[in-house]
Nanobody, 120 residues
Framework: QVQLVESGGGLVQPGGSLRLSCAVS????????MYWYRQAPGKERDLVAA???????NYADSVKARFTISRDNEKKTVYLQMNSLQPEDTAVYYC??????????????WGQGTQVTVSS
C-alpha cells in the first residue's frame, strides 16, 4: 500500500517561514512528478508547485520567488520551503505523487494534508 505522509505545517507570523515535507512509503518501483497543492476554506484546491523526477520545477504565480520545491529521490520525499508567508497563504497543504507500483502503471496518490496558518 502506498502512503504519503506530510509534516511541517503549523502557525507562523506574517513574514515567517515553514518547511513542509512529504514522504512516500510502500512497495513501489518509482516516483514520478511530485506536487504541492493547497486548499483554503471555501475555495478549490489549487496547484502550488511541481517538480519532475529530473528536477524541473514549476510554480503558481502567487508563490514564485517565495516558495521553493525540492525532492530527495533516495528518500522519496518532496519538500516545500515557504518564505515570506502571508495570511493569504493560509490553507491546508496537500502533496501528491505519481507512483508506479509493482504490477501496475503510474497512479496518483495524495497525502492527508497539513494545516498552515499565517497570522499575527
Amino acid at each position: 500500500q502506498v502512503q504519503l505522509v506530510e509534516s511541517g505545517g503549523g502557525l507562523v507570523q506574517p513574514g515567517g517561514s515553514l518547511r513542509l515535507s512529504c514522504a512516500v512509503s510502500g512497495i513501489i518501483l518509482s516516483v514520478g512528478t511530485m506536487y504541492w497543492y493547497r486548499q483554503a476554506p471555501g475555495k478549490e484546491r489549487d496547484l502550488v508547485a511541481a517538480i519532475t523526477g529530473a528536477g524541473t520545477r514549476n510554480y503558481a504565480d502567487s508563490v514564485k520567488a517565495r516558495f521553493t520545491i525540492s525532492r530527495d529521490n533516495e528518500k522519496k520525499t518532496v519538500y516545500l520551503q515557504m518564505n515570506s508567508l502571508q495570511p493569504e497563504d493560509t490553507a491546508v497543504y496537500y502533496c501528491k505523487a505519481i507512483v508506479r507500483k509493482i504490477g501496475s502503471g503510474f497512479m496518483d496518490y495524495w497525502g492527508q494534508g497539513t494545516q498552515v496558518t499565517v497570522s499575527s
